[in-house]
Each structure stands twice: as structure tokens, then as C-alpha cells.
């Protein structure tokens, strides 16, 4: 498809299990982000890829959390062992080099992973 | 430290009349803003943006004021549209850094 691609859309599981949500951004585009939103909250900023390194995973909030991104293109949020706080939906962005066609830094999210830790 | 503050949750407007939605922000290193607006069940989509440099930019119905001295900004939709209905997110941007600091959003509901 044309727009960012998030599986699954929804993801119950128990506390203390692992958990994987998988990003496919727009093709082409060089710059991916995951976001986590809380209900009655905005979206806040958990990692950013150029290409296939982290250049700022300053919003993670624990080393529970890890993502990847390992050709540049598909990236995975990794969750070990979950928490009831997890509960949240998240969504990856992607976004075209900075400086070609947009430069405003627009992001295209796609409709999110919903995860419920029980 | 919420960075960015949108400090009305909801917002109802009568169809064809101006829809004023606002967001306050706090770092003054933001140099960019964006809205963006969110259905259910969708990601948020990209609306409308500024540069500090300016303070104005009209994108049709949609309008986007800056006030950087007083740290504001707004967005205007005229006319209001029942379509319209949606949550709006203000947001900012720094510099080379690629994140975004988003507010906690605005409930709009035109009414028909």
C-alpha cells in the first residue's frame, strides 16, 4: 500500500510476556519513528531511525524497550517483559530526508498497534 | 514539563461558522509547528504547518497564526465543516532534531 503499514492492529497480552509490533514505512522514505500515545494524551516521541541506525532513542522509557530497523526499510518495537503501564497505542511515522520535497518536518504515521498488557 | 499545552480538550462549533483552536508552548527553541488532525481509529494526518519565520500560512479553509512572543499559536478553519469533526493535535519542532513534541490534543465537533 501507499501509507505506513502497521501489524498488529491490536495486541492483548499478559503481563510479562514479550511483545513485537512491526512498522513498514512509506517506500522511499529514509527517517522512521515510533510514537506511543496514552489515552487523553498526544502522541510522545520514543525512537527515531535514519536509515538503519537509532540516531535518537532519547524517548525510550526503559531498557524493556528496544526497537530495529536492520535493512533501512521494516522496523520492530520490542517489549520484554510487559508491564500494565505499556498499555498504550503505538504508532511509527515515516518521513522523507529532510531538505527533499518536504521540509517542514511533516510525519506520515500510520493507524497504530493498540497493546493492552492484562 | 509538558512543552507544548493545549489547553482546551473540546470544542463544539455550529456548521459554517469559525472553528479557533489553540496551543501554547514553552521552548522557545521550537522553530516549527505543525497541526495535525486524528480520526478514530486512524493515525494522526499531517494538516498544516508553520516556520517560526513567518507568522502566518493559509492552506484553503485552514489558517495557521504565530505569536512567538507570546509563545501561541492557533489554528482557524473557516467555514467549520461537519467533516471537520476530528481531534486536533498542535505540535513543534527543533532545529536538525527530527522529533516532535506533541500536545495532549482538541476534541472539535461541528455540529450540523
Known amino acids: 500500500g501507499a501509507g505506513v503499514s502497521q501489524t498488529p492492529s491490536n495486541k492483548v497480552t499478559e503481563k510479562g510476556k514479550y511483545v513485537e509490533l512491526r512498522c513498514d514505512p512509506i517506500s522511499g522514505h529514509t527517517a522512521l519513528y515510533w510514537y506511543r500515545q496514552s489515552l487523553g494524551q498526544g502522541p510522545e516521541f520514543l525512537i527515531y531511525f535514519q536509515g538503519t541506525g537509532a540516531a535518537d532513542d532519547s524517548g525510550l522509557p526503559n531498557d524493556r524497550f528496544f526497537a530495529v530497523r536492520p535493512e533501512g526499510s521494516v522496523s520492530t518495537l520490542k517489549i520484554q517483559r510487559t508491564e500494565r503501564g505499556d498499555s498504550a497505542m503505538y504508532l511509527c511515522?515515516?518521513?522523507?530526508?529532510?531538505?527533499?520535497?518536504?521540509?517542514?518536518?511533516?510525519?506520515?504515521f500510520g493507524e497504530g498497534s493498540r497493546l493492552t498488557v492484562l | 514539563d509538558q512543552q507544548v499545552k493545549q489547553n482546551s480538550p473540546s470544542l463544539s462549533v455550529q456548521e459554517g461558522r469559525i472553528s479557533i483552536l489553540n496551543c501554547d508552548y514553552t521552548?522557545?527553541?521550537?522553530?516549527?509547528f505543525l497541526w495535525y488532525k486524528k480520526y478514530p481509529a486512524e493515525g494522526p494526518t499531517f494538516l498544516i504547518s508553520i516556520s517560526s519565520i513567518k507568522d502566518k500560512n493559509e492552506d484553503g479553509r485552514f489558517t495557521v497564526f504565530l505569536n512567538k512572543s507570546a509563545k501561541h499559536l492557533s489554528l482557524h478553519i473557516v467555514p467549520s465543516q461537519p467533516g471537520d469533526s476530528a481531534v486536533y493535535f498542535c505540535a513543534a519542532g527543533k532545529g536538525s532534531a527530527r522529533q516532535l513534541t506533541f500536545g495532549s490534543g482538541t476534541q472539535l465537533t461541528v455540529l450540523p
Open positions: 511515522a515515516s518521513s522523507p530526508k529532510r531538505g527533499q520535497v518536504l521540509n517542514t518536518g511533516e510525519l506520515f
Open positions: 521552548n522557545s527553541m521550537f522553530d516549527y
